[in-house]
């Protein structure tokens, strides 16, 4: 069973960096996509951005040109690097996988990053 542990947030102050990492275990073969949601308080869960072993991105509108995934695929790790940070960025970040484009998703138990002054 696929599991994903996040590391890496917390609080930074506006314009800063920040950057999140997701280890995943349990798997023997690289895991199909492996990216980042996030959740905001009284707000739906939304992309930020994902990336299959093909290389294939997929980022939300409002985090494009300033945060970049990347990820090892042999070690099942993904790495998010969040510049030029928000206010609006402030949310939990959930790690998000799939073993197999049809399989279930996997979530993390998520990480707070905090942009305030």
């Known amino acids: 069973q696929v599991q994903l542990v996040e590391s890496g947030g917390g609080l930074v102050q506006p314009g800063g960096s920040l950057t999140l990492s997701c280890a995943a275990s349990g798997s023997n073969s690289p895991l199909y996509v492996m990216g980042w949601y996030r959740q905001a308080p009284g707000k739906q869960r939304e992309v930020v951005a994902t990336?299959?072993?093909?290389?294939?991105?997929n980022d939300g509108d409002s985090v494009k040109g300033r945060f970049t995934i990347s990820r090892v695929n042999a070690q099942n790790t993904a790495t998010l690097q969040m510049t030029s940070l928000e206010p609006e960025d402030t949310a939990v970040y959930f790690c998000?996988?799939?073993?197999?484009?049809?399989?279930?998703?996997?979530w993390g138990q998520g990480t707070q990053v905090t942009v305030s002054s």
């Open positions: 990336l299959s072993t093909g290389g294939h991105t």
């Open positions: 998000y996988a799939r073993r197999t484009a049809l399989a279930s998703i996997v």
